[in-house]
Every structure is written in C-alpha cells, then in structure tokens.
C-alpha cells in the first residue's frame, strides 16, 4: 500500500491575544490560576478586525504554498474543515482557493473542494478523505490541501469563554509525505449526543461539564475499537500522544484515562501493585456504583505515582505547549497538539524518525477517532520552518475593553463594523474588505 500522510504543515494564528490571568482573571473576579493550573491556560488568540476564517485559512495555505514551491495545479483537492463556517451553501474552501488565486498563477479550476463538518473532528475527517482520495489512485499525481480554521467564541459570560481561540491550520496530504505517515487502522467512538451545537446560531449552545464526560466516554471506546484492528496498546509505544485540546485540562484528564487502559494487564500495573494496588475490575464489586468510586480513587493514586509523571511529562506534556498560549482552535486543535509535540522535539535534539504517534481527534455531537502516525524523515527541517514562535510574540495583547470591542467586531448580530480600527497593520496577507452585492463576503491580498 503506498505510504500516504502529512508533507507539510503551516499555521496561521490570530494576531490578538487575551492574557487569561492577567486581563481576563481580574475581571471575573477569579484566582489566575484557574486559568493556569486548572485549565491549563495562559492566552487565547483572536483574529483582528480584519481576519476570519478565511484570511486564516487562506494566509496558512499560502505559506504552505510559498514555502513548499507549489502552485495551484499542483493541488487536485482542497478540503476545509469548520465550525464557524458563515454560510450555509457556499464552502469556505472556495473562498480561499479565490483568495489564493489573486496570488498565484494557474488556477484551482480542476480541484475538488468542499468542507466537512462535525465539530471539532472534522479536520481529522478532511485528512481521513484526502487519504481515501489517494488510495483510491484517484489523485492524478496531485497533492490535498486540508485546512482547518475556526473563530471558538463563545456567548460573552458562557463558561467556555475562558476556552476561546482563533487561527488555522493548513496541511498538505500526499504520497511519501515528509512529516508523518498515516495508519490504515482507525478506531471510532461514535454516538448521537447533545453537549455542544450550534443550531443556527453563531456561538454555541455548551454544556461543558457534559462535554469532557462526552469526550472521555467517546474516546475510550475509539481507543478499544482502534486496539480491535491495531494491536494492543502500551505507553511506551509511542513518542507522544496528541489529543483533541479545548484547553490542556481536558488532556490531564485523557492522558490518565489512557495510560491507565494501556497498562491494564502489563508489567506497569504489577510494577505499581506495591504502590497502589492492581486497578479495579467491575465483577469484584456489587454495584457500577461502587466500581466507578473505586476507579476514581485508583486514578487520584495513579497519577501521584513516578511511573505516570514521568510518562506525562515525556508524552503529553509536550502536546500542550501551543495550545496553552492559543486556545482553543476547534478542527485545528489536535494538529497544533501534533505540532506543538514535534516542535518540542526539534528543540530538544530528539530524533524522532520511524517513532509513532497515537493521535485522538474529537468532536463534540459526538465522535472521537483514534489512529497511529509514523514519523518521517523530513519531519525536523519541515518543523523546524514554522514561523510560529514569531506570529506568536507579534500577537497584539488586547486590554479588556479593546476584548470586548472585538468580540462585538466578530459577532454577526452586533452593528459595529470593519470600521472598527485595526490593531495591527496587515502585510503581506488576505484581508476581509467587506461585503459584495450578494452578501459575500470579499477579501484581497495586501503587499
Ligand atoms: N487553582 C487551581 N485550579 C483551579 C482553581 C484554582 N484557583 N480554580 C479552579 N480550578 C480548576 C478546577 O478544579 C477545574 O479542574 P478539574 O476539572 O480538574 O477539577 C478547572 O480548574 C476548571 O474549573 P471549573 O470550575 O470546572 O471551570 P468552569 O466551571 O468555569 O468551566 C469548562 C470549565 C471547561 C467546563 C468551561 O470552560 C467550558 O464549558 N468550556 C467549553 C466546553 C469545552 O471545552 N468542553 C471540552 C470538551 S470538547
């Protein structure tokens, strides 16, 4: 079977930030480390009056473009995975193919393009569709453009406003790719659910405390069904394990869960049996009930132990590191959790070629998927280009009353418009210039 995966990554964030402790903390009245220990968070990206999800996804894909010497029919496929998507016909992968061929010579005339949706897994989906198109050998010799591009914002007051973000993230599929090869397996957690929708309207309908027990519950039995045409998982097969991120919280919380299936029935959990005794097997008690509290006292003994820190910090600690600086991303999520991994390996002289990564995408309403990806050898010096560290010290640092102009900017109902001034001058980027005769909306590179 060939070899089919990521060739390379580019991300785009948005060019405003929030500082939780600092900006946001004060104002709700809380403790900042709410937002440091617990939630794991330190700032949220947001896109500057001028930005959305187009410009994001289209200034991604340019740089993936520019950067990988590509021109447009070179690209037989562009897939956009979102759930801030503004119109309920037209797909935002046309947008940014108009926006990309303001730049480019040639054309996306004979690319296929469309956009996926179910919630935040639906980037994950877009690359489950780009493999399928080239497996199929109905890809012509062309590559796939996958961008994932959001604006998470919440009602203003919502809990999840704490979670927010904005920014995209482009990544191009192909045979013999440099960054990672993807599995064949796959495992689903699939189920009708109602813990984050957005019917109709533009900021979502959350039951957040629903959503991680959503989240926990879909990805235990992704990680059950991927072991049926897998194998038998264990910590230390794999390098790192990047999950779906809203906030690095929800991780701490999945990583335990994970480690603690993966070391059922192995040397780990006879190694522990001093320290914390064997875990809890459902037919040694009477009811669920009392099983489910002697697993969560197990859990708080596990993750004390050395065994498991040590684990967390080598495999999913590093997943954390962007995220807890971005935010939330929706669909681009896990792949900035993938970057941020292999950006901590680049930094940390770790040679990564040939180790595996066990990636778990999720999306509310409900599914989670879980596969393996093999890392490449052209993984460094693609990750090594990124110009992230850069985007992200030039982020404007938002007071809470420039917040609140903004967010009002970027909700549809509300009468403020781009006139609103910018806070940082475009250069060298897509642009939103307003509206057209149909309601489209328009955009154009600026020099
Ligand atoms: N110091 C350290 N930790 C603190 C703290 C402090 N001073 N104050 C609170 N915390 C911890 C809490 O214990 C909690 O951690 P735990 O879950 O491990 O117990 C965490 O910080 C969050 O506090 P909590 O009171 O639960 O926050 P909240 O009620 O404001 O809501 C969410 C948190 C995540 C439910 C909310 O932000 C949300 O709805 N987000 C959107 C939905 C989402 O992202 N779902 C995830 C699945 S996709």
Known sequence: MTAVGIDAIEIWTGKLMLDLPNTFAPVKGDDPEKYTKGLGLYASSFPDTYEDIVTMGANAAKQLMDRQDLKPTDIGRIDVATESAFDHSKPVSTYIAGCLEQVYEGDFRHANKGERKFACVAGTQSIDDAYNWIQA???????????????????????????????????????????????????????????????????????GKRSMQVYLARMREALEDFESVAWDTHPDDFAYIPFHTPFPGMVRKAGLLGFRHMIRDTEIEDELEGEIGRQPREPDFETREDYEAAIRDHMDDLKRTDRYRAWYDATID?????????????????????????????????????????????????????????????????????????????????????????????EYDKETDIDVEEFTPPSEEFVFTGWGRMNERRYEYVE
């Open 137 to 207: 050998g109905r890809n012509r010799g062309r590559a796939a453009l996958v961008i994932a591009t959001d604006t998470a914002l919440y009602a203003r007051g919502d809990p999840g406003e704490a979670t927010q973000g904005a920014g995209a993230v482009a990544m191009l599929i192909d045979e013999d790719p440099s960054v990672v090869e993807l599995s064949t397996e796959q495992g689903y957690g699939s189920m009708d659910e109602t813990d984050f929708l957005k019917p109709n309207q533009q900021f979502p309908s959350v039951d």
């Open 318 to 410: 590093p997943t954390l590191e962007l995220s807890s600086t971005v935010g939330n991303w929706y669909t681009g999520s896990v792949h900035i959790a993938r970057t941020s991994a292999l950006r901590h390996a680049a930094e940390t002289g770790v040679d990564l070629v040939g180790s595996k990564l066990l990636v778990g995408s999720y999306g509310s309403g409900a599914q989670a998927e879980i596969h393996a990806e093999t890392v490449q050898d052209g993984w460094k010096d693609e990750i090594q280009g990124l110009n992230i560290d850069d985007q992200l010290d030039a982020r404007y640092d938002l007071s809470w009353s420039e917040y609140e102009l903004v967010h009002d900017v970027h």
